[in-house]
């Protein structure tokens, strides 16, 4: 199970950091962020692996979203800097028992039950 905290309001030029907790261990495990806003399909944002050597953003973020995690809590999380209102989304955070990292969220079956993020102008 996957538990994402730390969403909110905040406004353009904010910052918030995203956390997802996992109830079992996810070291050997790619990690990854997706957003979906109102109206919009489901869109990658970023993606870790196991070993946090590899990391991959979307275009979108490059630059002003880090992903990062911590394999002896279990813990993934997206700290967003310089956040625009086109950020505002539902954020999930996902798992695939894999070794490489991928932005096709149908190869991640397991998610978290999402988690708002609103910017405002």
């Known amino acids: 199970q996957l538990v994402e905290s730390g969403g909110g309001l905040v406004q353009a030029g904010g910052s918030l950091k995203l956390s997802c907790a996992a109830d079992g261990r996810t070291n050997t495990y790619v990690l990854g962020w997706f957003r979906q806003a109102p109206g919009k399909e489901r869109e990658f944002v970023a993606a870790?692996?196991?070993?946090?050597?590899?990391?991959d953003y979307a275009d979108s973020v490059k630059g002003r979203f880090t992903i990062s995690r911590d394999n002896f809590k279990d813990t993934l999380y997206l700290e967003m800097n310089n956040l625009k209102p086109e950020d505002t989304a539902v954020y999930y955070c996902a798992a695939r028992h894999h070794a490489r990292t991928t932005r096709d969220g149908q190869d991640y079956p397991n998610w978290g039950q999402g988690i708002q993020v609103t910017v405002s102008p």
């Open positions: 870790i692996s196991w070993s946090s050597i590899t990391s």
